[in-house]
Structures are given as structure tokens and as C-alpha cells.
């Protein structure tokens, strides 16, 4: 079982960037696809950007591609986000996900065994 905790969030104007972390404990990123997802007030939970177990492949809301990057360190055991050109739009907690039934970068919410407690990204216009 692994356990993850995000950090990085906050307030940034419109325009900014960020940058979030998910350390995990328990058992190594590498064992497990990871992902990020974000849940804004009054909607459904929804995939951000996400890894294959092997890290080869990724994916990404379309509408974060180019401005959100989703990393690894293994040596850290860490998954980052980096977010640029933030919005307004994208305001919502983000939360650092794992599964251990997945190999490759799936984006269904339900996959996923393993949630962080969310970090909170508030985004000024």
C-alpha cells in the first residue's frame, strides 16, 4: 500500500505558475501509472494529467496540454505538476493519484486506488 501527500498549492493570479508535489511513502512510484486530478467546486473529479507505471507515456486534459507538465524522480519517490499560464478555470483542489491495476496512462478516475488529501489551487483574475 502506498501513501501519497501533495503539496505546492496556493494562490496565484492569472497568468502564474505552480508547482505541485505528491511524495509517496509506502512503496515506490515506480511500482504503480500515477496521475493528478482535480475536483473544482460543484463538479466531478476529473483527470488532469496522468503516467503509464513505466513512465513512457503520459497524458493530458486537453485543456492543460502545453501549459501543465506531469514529472517523475524516482530517487524522490515524487510526481510533480508544473503548471504555467494558469487561468481562472483552473481553480479546483488538486489530488495526486496511484494504481496498482493499471500499466498504462489511464485517465478513468476509478482506476485509481490511491488519493492524496487534495491541495488547493486558487487561480485571480
Known amino acids: 500500500q502506498v501513501q501519497l501527500v501533495e503539496s505546492g498549492g496556493g494562490l496565484v493570479q492569472s497568468g502564474g505558475s505552480l508547482s505541485l508535489s505528491c511524495t509517496a511513502s509506502?512503496?515506490?512510484?515506480?511500482?504503480?501509472?500515477m496521475g493528478w486530478f482535480r475536483q473544482a467546486p460543484g463538479k466531478e473529479r476529473e483527470f488532469v494529467a496522468v503516467?503509464?507505471?513505466?513512465?513512457?507515456?503520459?497524458r493530458y486534459l486537453d485543456s492543460v496540454q502545453v501549459r501543465f507538465t506531469i514529472s517523475r524522480d524516482n530517487a524522490k519517490n515524487t510526481v510533480y505538476l508544473q503548471m504555467n499560464s494558469l487561468k481562472p478555470e483552473d481553480t479546483a483542489v488538486y489530488y495526486c493519484a496511484a494504481s496498482s491495476r493499471l500499466y498504462f496512462a489511464g485517465i478513468a478516475r476509478a482506476s485509481y486506488d490511491y488519493w492524496g488529501q487534495g491541495t488547493q489551487v486558487t487561480v485571480s483574475s
Open positions: 509506502g512503496r515506490t512510484v515506480s511500482n504503480y501509472a
Open positions: 503516467f503509464s507505471r513505466s513512465g513512457g507515456s503520459t
